[in-house]
């Protein structure tokens, strides 16, 4: 089964840094290149940012600068580093696989992040 | 990067039709044809529903269809059912490499 899963979300202070991962399997993870969206509490879904199979990056404006995407093909796993973390991090924060450079066909199910002191 | 304009609700019988509508600008809908569409149950995973404007992958019902006009792309969904109950937002490609979503859309199947 193609699959996709999030962890390492949770209540941090503002300031503070956290490192998310996407477990990928049931597919050849180092084929495909990957993006990281976000959802605010009763907001919509934003991208955030995309990663190629060569791992070329790309950044949203509103976050360049504080995130860190990563791949690592041996574990399959994707990586969203993210530092000097502010109340508006606050989200939901999936992985998606991406096809043909233009949509996302698997989706995680998210990890949380909630940035309050 | 703003985001694309999307109604916050619609709404429809079982058995009806709704269309909702994505407009955005030439930078994204209308400068490509990568319009894909997610329907979400909250606290779930996203869900593919129509790529490249009107393509639906496999395992989507037929009801659901994807269209575009210019600087504005539309989701159908005919027969509307109860488990269609569900937030959709449209998503475009935007260039070098960055995509924009729509704000949501709440269905409701009355």
């Known amino acids: 089964e193609v699959q996709l899963v999030e962890s390492g979300g949770g209540l941090v202070q503002p300031g503070g840094s956290l490192r998310l991962s996407c477990a990928a399997s049931?597919?050849?993870?180092?084929?495909?290149?990957m993006n990281w969206v976000r959802q605010a509490p009763g907001k919509g879904l934003e991208w955030v940012s995309f990663?190629?199979?060569?791992?070329?990056?790309y950044y949203a404006d509103s976050v360049k600068g504080r995130l860190t995407i990563s791949r690592d093909n041996a574990k399959n796993s994707l990586y969203l580093q993210i530092i000097s973390l502010r109340a508006e991090d606050t989200a939901v924060y999936y992985c998606?696989?991406?096809?043909?450079?233009?949509?996302?066909?698997?989706w995680g199910k998210g990890t949380t992040v909630t940035v309050s002191s | 990067q703003s985001a694309l304009t999307q109604p916050r609700s619609v709404s429809g019988s079982p058995g009806q039709s709704v269309t909702i509508s994505c407009t955005g600008t030439?930078?994204?809908?209308?400068?490509?044809?990568?319009v894909s569409w997610y329907q979400h149950h909250p606290g779930k995973a996203p869900k593919l529903m129509i790529s490249?404007?009107?393509k639906r992958p496999s395992g989507v019902p037929d009801r659901f269809s994807g269209s575009k006009s210019g600087n504005t792309a539309s989701l159908t969904i005919s027969g509307l059912q109860t488990e269609d109950e569900a937030d959709y937002y449209c998503?475009?490609?935007?260039?070098?490499?960055?995509?924009?979503f729509g704000g949501g859309t709440k269905l409701t199947v009355l």
């Open positions: 490249d404007v009107s």
């Open positions: 998606a696989r991406v096809r043909g450079s233009n949509y996302m066909d698997v």
């Open positions: 030439s930078s994204d809908v209308g400068g490509y044809d990568y």
């Open positions: 998503c475009s490609y935007a260039g070098r490499y960055t995509w924009v």
């Open positions: 990663i190629t199979t060569s791992s070329s990056i």
């Open positions: 049931g597919f050849t993870f180092s084929s495909y290149s």
